[in-house]
């Protein structure tokens, strides 16, 4: 006779299909909207500069950093089609990232990189929010992607 309990096979095995169900909804997600799931980057000083790196014609780095009440940078120029990796740190407090139109959220912390990866294959502009209450400047905290080929500033 076994000693596990019919009622505890039972809840490991809901539990089980419940996990299951969990891991196939972020692989599902990650699939249909191409969401990058985010990546904790070991801390490293270099990316805490602000910058916009062009790898190539359509692969970018944006090292961006949140501080009471900014992005830097605040503004992203890229050609359509292109795909960029932020990295993401703050300089004081824990702020938000979001990009509400291509379902990006991401936290920056301090002493901390958050990486993810966007694909930007519509011309506009997409706003950067802060989501997450930093202060009385917390309003005003945004920064913005522009997506416009061939238009595109440098
Ligand atoms: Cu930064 Cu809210």
Same mark, same amino acid.
């Given at each position: ?9 039972? #809840?490991?095995?809901?539990?089980? #299909?419940? !996990? ?8 599902? $997600? ?6 990058? #799931?985010?990546?904790? !980057?070991?801390?490293? *000083? $270099? ?43 703050? *300089? ?16 920056? #912390? ?45």
């Amino acid at each position: 006779m076994s000693i596990i309990d019919k009622a505890e096979k039972h #809840v490991i095995m809901i539990t089980g #299909v419940l !996990l299951g169900v969990f891991v196939f909804s972020i692989l599902y $997600a990650q699939a249909k909207y191409s969401t990058d #799931v985010p990546e904790c !980057l070991p801390y490293d *000083k $270099a990316y805490t500069e602000p910058k916009v790196n062009k790898l190539d014609e359509k692969t970018y780095q944006v090292f961006a950093v949140a501080q009471m009440w900014s992005f830097q940078p605040s503004e992203i120029y890229i050609p359509v089609g292109s795909e960029v990796d932020f990295y993401l740190s703050s *300089k004081d407090v824990v702020h938000g990232f979001n990009i509400s139109q291509k379902n990006i959220n991401m936290m920056a #912390v301090y002493g901390n990189i958050n990486k993810t990866t966007v694909k930007f294959d519509e011309p506009g502009v997409y706003e950067i929010v802060c989501h997450e209450y930093c202060g009385a400047g917390h309003q005003n905290m945004k920064a913005q992607v522009i997506v416009n080929y061939p238009t595109a500033k440098k």
